[in-house]
Each structure stands twice: as C-alpha cells, then as structure tokens.
C-alpha cells in the first residue's frame, strides 16, 4: 500500500514524475505480541507515531538487494529460495543479540510476474523476514543502471562526464526514477516498522533520499546510513544537480556511516559549502546540528566474516585445489590481484607495474608469476569493454616478451571463480597486490591475511608445519578504503608505475621475520574487527544518537526532498499574542528589551532604517509611564540614535552594551573604558585580512570585528581559528576578550554583552523601588542569548520580592535559552501593535491598530 504523504512528497519533489504502478496488497506488520493494525498509516503528525509493539529488540535493514537467492522451476512453476551466505547483510546479523529479530527490505536479483508476487511476497516474509519491493522493470533499469550505475557510481569515483565519450551527463528522468524507486522502498518499510522501537538501518548509495521519506512519515524514526563506496571532494560533489537534495536526505539520518576519515571529511565539507552547516567533535564523537537535530558521523571500515571463510578454507575442495596451485608455481613466487572489471580497479596499471619490475630485474624472469583473477564485471557498458581489452592486451605482450614454454608471467583468469578457488590462490600468493585508483573498501586484503593464517587441515595439504611462523605481503593502493587500516602494508601510488615495481620487489625480497611481524599486526586486526565488530559498533552508535528522540518537540519543515524536522525543548512553545497581552494589562511595572536586526528590522532587508510603523509602535510603548523599553543591538550608536531619533523616551544600548543611555535627552554612559589593545589587534586582523581573500575589518567603536563570510568556507574557517588563537596569545594580559561568531572574529571589551544591560536595567528598576513585574525580552541571534540567560538569573535574585511575568522569546525555530518562540519580524511588529494598543497613552490611529490586532487574535 503506497504512503499517501510519500506520494505528495515525491510530487513536490519531482513534478511530472514516472507513472508507478500499485504494489500488491500491503504485507501485514511483523508484530511480536498480539495486536490490531489499521489498514492506513493513521495520523501525519509526527508526534503520534504508531503504536509501540513489544519487548523484543528488531531491527530493519535496508538494501538494493535482498540477500537471497531465487530461481523459478519454469516447468514445476514453482520459485526456489535461498539464503545468500556471503551476502554481508546477512553477516551483519552475528553482532547483534540472539534475541534480535532482523528484516530485510530490498529487491530480488531477478523479476518476478505480477501475479505472483503477493505469494511470493508472503512467503518470503515468513521464511526469511525479507520484504521485496518489486520495483517495475522500467523502474529498476533507470533507477540501478541508470541513475546509481551511470551518475552517482562514477561521481564517488571522481570521474566526471567531461564529454559524451567519457560518461553520461545528468538526465533528469534518471533522477526521477532514482526518487521513484527510493519511493517504493519506502512504502515497503512502512507496512513493517514499528516506528517507536525498531532501528532502520539504510545501506549504500542507492537509497539516500530514503530517509527524507521515512522521516517526512515518522519525525522520531531511529534512521542509520552507511555509504560502502567512497564519498568525493566538494570540488566533485558539487557538480551533481541534485546536491543538495541528496545531502539533506542524508541529514535525515540520526547516524550516517564512512569506512574512513576521508569521506566523511569530504562529506563534511559539502555540508559546509553547499548548506552551511558546521560540525563538532561531542566527547569524541563528531556531530552536526541540523535544526534541533545532531546528526552523528561514524568513522569505521566494514570488516570480514570469519567463520564463513575459514569454513571455506577447511573444505577438502580448498585443499585440492591448494595443493594443484602449489604444485603448478612450484619454484615461483605468486602475487595475486583479485578485482572486479571495471575502470576503476587498475588492472592495466597493475600489470604495467609488474612488467616494468620483470624489465628492471632480469633474474625475475621466470621465477616470478601474477595471477590475476578477474571476478565478472557488475556493469555493462563501452568502459568495461575498453578496460577489459587494455586487460588482454598488455597481459599478452608480457606473456610474449617474457614467458617461455613452461612459464607465463601473467595468468589471467576471467571467469566465475567459487570461493575455495580464490581461497586456494590466497593461501598459496606470497604477495597480494591491490592497486585500486578508487574504491570504498575492498576486503581482498583482509581475506588475504586471514588465508595466510592457515588452519591445521590447510597446513597439512600444503605441507607446512602447524608451528611455522605465519607470514603475508601487501601492496595496497592508497586511494582504497582498507587502506589506512593496515598499516604494515606497503601503500603505493597505483598512478606510478616505477613505485609499485619497487613496492613488489620490496615485498617479495623482504626477510621473513619483517613479512611475519607485519602479518602479525594486520591478523590482530582483521580478526579483532570483523563483520559482526562493524554492525555491533555502528548499532551502539545509532542507539546512543536515537536515546534524546522523545525528550524533544518535532516539527516538519520544509517541501518534498527538502524536508527535515526541527527539534526543540518540550518547553519550548510559540509565544501566544493573547496570553501575552492579558499579562501586559494586568502588570504596572514593564520592562521590555528588543533586538534591532532581525527582530524589529528583517535581516534581509537592504534598508536598516526603521519603518514609519516600526518607530510609531516603539513611541508608543516607550511613551507609556509604566514601560522601560530599549533597543539592544550590535550596531554603533550612531546610526541607532538617528534611525530611532523620533522616540524620545526609548532606552539605546549600542555595540551590545558597550554604549547604553535611557532616552533621547540623557547622555551616553560607557560601560568600560580601556580600549588600549585596539592598537595591538588591527595590525593582526590586516595581516589575516591580506591573507584571506574575501575577508574585511569592521572597525566598531568599541570593538573589532573581523568577517570571512565572502571567503572560502574552509579557508575562512581555518584563518578564523588561527586568528582567534592568535589574538588570544597577544591579548593574554588586556581587559578584551576575543570570540568567534558566525563568519566572524570579534574583539571587545571584557563584561560587555547584552546580558550586561538587561541585568543593569533591571537592577536600576529594583533599586529605584519599582521591580518589575513584567519582563520581555525578544532577539534572534546568538548574542540575544546572554539576554534571554541574564533576565531569567537577575529576576530570580532575593531583592526581586514577587516574581514577575517573564517572557524570552527568539525569533525563528530554533534552539534557545527562550523559552517562547515568534517565527519572524512579521510576527514581532505584530506582538507589537497589540501591547501597543493597550498602553497608556494610545498609538495614533488607534482604530487602524485595533482592527489589526483584532485580525490577530
């Protein structure tokens, strides 16, 4: 049954988009204890999620592919299903509880009719705990060959569609059937999820809109992602149409999964570029804060399953075969290379390297074989075919130049080759080459080391004594994901071929107690963190990021693949007019602090003078005998007394307090007076000014203010650190204090902030025998916080006798220390105008004012 709200949001997304076609009837709910499940999918709130279905921990995994096997007895017209046991999906499952329930949500390798798929769909459920999608062919062909295949494989391996001849440029029907097929994935997890307990976990490039659907559907889903291929530069990134909306469905997630530091440093940056968002280290976890929400990075490689190859490595056909790959390079040492066929994977660099090493070292020739097992290609198109004749190619003039009748330097093998085979060439190759130009992981050399471990039964066949010490050699590209985990490998350049050549000849000469001290270390840790170590780790992870989900507010925000939710403190509500203008005409003594920015003047606005509505409704406020109102702004003093020279009894406070006076006729009092280091920091600020193209000075009276917001995001934002460490040497010894804002170094004297004038005010009301019993205070930006803070502390101190009605409020949806929110300028000036209207004395034309506060409420 598909999703009503997914339907509207792909709609929104994607406009005309590809027809879909109904899915059988929806699969009842995987339930653990008795219960009743409406057919729909109940309310769209987010904060009414459906019910909560029991004690036993599940867990939902989320892939292209189902890990089964299928085949249909066309004569019988029957379907045959199986386990696929080296799938990693399945291999996850062992670092999870026994008590765990797993689901899996995914395709089959194969189509199956329409009229057969409720049964099939049934019966998989019930045997396996897998869901089919059944994306429609058309569907599926753009979706995986097209979109996946074609666009976003070759992007994550930095290979752009220069020119037709060398790749596919964007086509937006592509991207349509990527949203559509993403779309029915969607549908599917929905008929199972309990949303309140189970984790999702979402697997690969394929789905990363996904999440924008689970979570417009549910807001507090537990949602993990874990990318398997590589995560390209901004530089890269950036050039795919859809950026923005595949980054925000990845921001979706809770928990969001990199094999290394690198991609998910790539993925950083393109959060910062492209939406603006910085991230930080949390007591050793790195996180971003998207609308209320911190989304987690997760810096772990997948790792192998253990006991799956070492039963493979026991079986007597591995034994076989061992012994005939010993017996035909006997005299000869072996390096092998086991890659899938594609561009990507070197083969042809590899084979370039070994040729340069059999032409440098005569006494090579002959002694020395590479076997090269080629695994089938998982896409078809012009590259693979050029990729695989370069293949033949250069290993035939290796053979012709350098073999003889009873040796051939390069033995390639393209063909399906089973498990016990590879096995077998592991367990005998003295040196494992993987000389990838770009690859998310590649676990060859994991199961390499483990192969040359051995095993009793594998030591017999060999002829190697059980005590003999282990040895292995690696030759890793440094371009792979395995890469930075083993660090006993030699790691090359595959690009320099003369490189590589040294890197085998170093490994094959290198004396046996370096080879066993390296094999040693890489054995520690390939045992250590295996599959089962990857799922335990990133599920422990994903559960720690979900356990705030329901101490916080959720909204949804945001049309078709740009939704996201803002999550806020339960307490956190939006300010009502009413509630607030009851509270106003029963109080006697106001004090009301309003930011100038963004408050009372839009921040997009070019003009920064105030409107003749906006001075007109401050006049009347601050005009009241009962009201002590301010104006509480970054902005210098003088701009603010000519823009607000009209309201003759409002209070000014400049340069976040630094100037402040109480109305138009008093004198300007300076909070602090020493400025003596203004002279030490400008040299500092031009010096990084000059160094940092886009950057400038805003000299303050009282402060200076150094902006990157024009430079380059990570360039800006590697000076500001420099600059505020800097700045915080030279200014050790001086009253000043230096902080970083948003695209902003700012120094200015110690003690001043906002939060200084409200409690000076306050204090000043407390003093003169009239505390106040009403206290507003609306900002919208960083600095507004040592208000809403200051306010909240002053009013809660023993001379305050009777606590007054307090209301902090910021501007915009977003995490604060207010308590109330209003969601823009219009919201404020309308607030306004009805404390406006019932002071004392009236605004002019209070009739006007009246039927617009009336309108309000």
Request: hydrophobic letters at 40%.
């Amino acid at each position: 049954m598909p999703s009503r709200s997914c339907a509207n949001l792909l709609d929104m997304a994607s406009g005309d988009i590809l027809d879909i076609p109904q899915t059988p009837r929806a699969l009842p709910r995987v339930m653990t204890v008795p219960g009743i499940i409406a057919d729909g999918y109940g309310s769209n709130d987010g904060d009414s999620d459906s019910m909560s279905s029991s004690c036993r921990e599940r867990k939902i995994v989320v892939a292209n592919m189902l890990p089964l096997h299928a085949r249909r007895d066309t004569a019988a017209k029957k379907w045959f299903f199986s386990l696929d046991e080296d799938s990693l999906l399945l291999q996850l499952k062992d670092g999870f509880s026994p008590e765990t329930e797993v689901v899996y949500v995914g395709s089959l390798k194969v189509d199956v009719e329409p009229s057969e798929q409720e049964e099939v769909a049934q019966r998989l459920l019930e045997e396996f705990k897998c869901v089919p999608t059944f994306v429609p062919h058309d569907i599926q062909d753009k979706f995986y060959h097209g979109f996946c295949k074609q666009q976003l494989w070759p992007l994550f391996h930095y290979m752009l569609p220069m020119c037709p001849d060398h790749g596919d440029r964007f086509d937006r029907q592509l991207w349509q059937a990527y949203v559509s097929a993403n779309k029915i994935f969607a549908d599917k997890v929905m008929e199972v999820v309990n949303p309140e307990d189970d984790y999702i976990w979402i697997q690969d490039y394929h789905l990363m809109v996904l999440p924008t659907f689970l979570r417009k559907r549910y807001h507090r889903v537990k949602l993990g992602f874990f990318l398997h291929s590589p995560f390209p530069s901004s530089e890269i990134y950036r050039t795919l149409p859809v950026r923005d909306e595949i980054l925000k469905g990845l921001l979706n997630c809770d928990l969001i999964g990199f094999h290394t530091f690198d991609y998910a440093r790539h993925f950083l940056s393109c959060c910062s570029r492209m939406l603006g968002l910085d991230y930080e280290s949390k007591r050793g976890h790195i996180g971003l804060d998207y609308f209320g929400r911190t989304v987690y990075i997760k810096i772990l490689p997948v790792g192998i399953h253990m006991g799956r190859l070492e039963s493979v490595m026991n079986l007597s056909s591995t034994f076989d075969k061992a012994k005939e790959v010993q017996e035909q390079f006997k005299g000869k040492k072996v390096i092998l290379g086991v890659d899938d066929m594609d561009i990507f994977k070197g083969i042809s660099l590899k084979l370039l390297a070994f040729e340069y090493l059999l032409q440098q070292d005569q006494d090579l020739q002959g002694k020395l074989v590479l076997v090269q097992i080629v695994n089938p290609a998982r896409s078809s198109g012009k590259d693979v075919q050029e990729a695989r004749k370069e293949t033949y190619s250069t290993a035939e003039r290796i053979n012709q130049i350098y073999g003889r009748s009873n040796y051939e330097p390069v033995v390639l093998i393209d063909r399906p080759v089973p498990r016990y085979e590879k096995t077998a060439y592991y367990a005998v190759a003295e040196c494992c080459l993987v000389n990838a130009v770009r690859d998310g992981m590649n676990l060859v050399p994991y199961k390499y080391i483990v192969c040359r471990q051995g095993s009793p039964g594998m030591d017999e066949a060999m002829g190697i004594k059980t005590d003999s010490p282990r040895t292995s050699m690696l030759v890793v590209s440094e371009f792979i994901g395995c890469s930075p985990s083993l660090s006993g490998a030699i790691r090359v350049n595959p690009w320099d071929i003369e490189a590589v050549a040294e890197a085998l000849n170093v490994a094959i000469t290198m004396s046996d107690s370096e080879k066993q001290l390296r094999h040693e270390k890489h054995y520690r840790y390939v045992s250590s963190h295996d599959v089962a170590y990857w799922a335990r780790s990133f599920m422990q992870d994903l559960e720690r990021a979900c356990k705030d989900h329901y101490s916080k507010r959720c909204w949804g925000i945001g049309l078709g693949l740009g939704f996201r939710v803002i999550a806020l403190s339960p307490s956190f509500r939006k300010l009502s007019i009413d509630h607030m203008v009851s509270s106003y005409r029963r109080t006697q003594r106001r004090a009301i602090f309003l930011d100038y920015d963004g408050t009372v003047v839009p921040q997009s606005s070019l003009i920064k003078a105030p409107s003749a509505e906006v001075l007109t409704l401050l006049n009347a406020l601050s005009s009241d005998p009962k009201n002590t109102v301010y104006i509480v702004s970054g902005r210098g003093r003088m701009s603010l007394s000519e823009w607000l020279s009209p309201c003759e009894r409002l209070g000014i406070a400049a340069e976040h307090g630094y100037f402040i006076r109480g109305s138009k006729t008093a004198d300007w009092e300076c909070l602090a007076s020493d400025l003596e280091w203004k002279p030490i920091v400008e040299p500092v600020m031009k010096l990084y000014t000059e160094a940092t193209d886009g950057s400038y000075i805003e000299p303050k009276e009282s402060a200076l203010v150094w902006h990157h917001h024009d430079a380059d995001p990570d360039f800006g934002s590697c000076q500001a650190k420099e600059l505020l460490d800097h700045l915080e040497t030279v200014l050790a010894n001086e009253p000043a204090v230096v902080k970083r804002g948003q695209h902003i170094v700012e120094v200015k004297p110690q003690g001043v902030t906002k939060g200084l004038v409200a409690q000076k005010v306050l204090s000043m009301m407390v003093d003169s025998g009239k505390p106040p019993d009403f206290v507003m205070c609306i900002g919208d930006d960083r600095s507004d916080e040592d208000m809403f803070e200051s306010i909240l502390s002053s009013v809660s101190s023993p001379s305050v006798t009777a606590a007054p009605d307090i209301f902090a409020c910021t501007v915009g949806q977003k995490p604060s220390k207010a308590k109330y929110y209003l969601d823009d300028t219009a919201d404020v000036l309308r607030l306004l105008r009805g404390l406006a209207n019932a002071s004392c004395p009236k605004p002019r034309h209070t009739a006007q004012f009246q039927v617009a506060f009336d309108s309000v409420l």
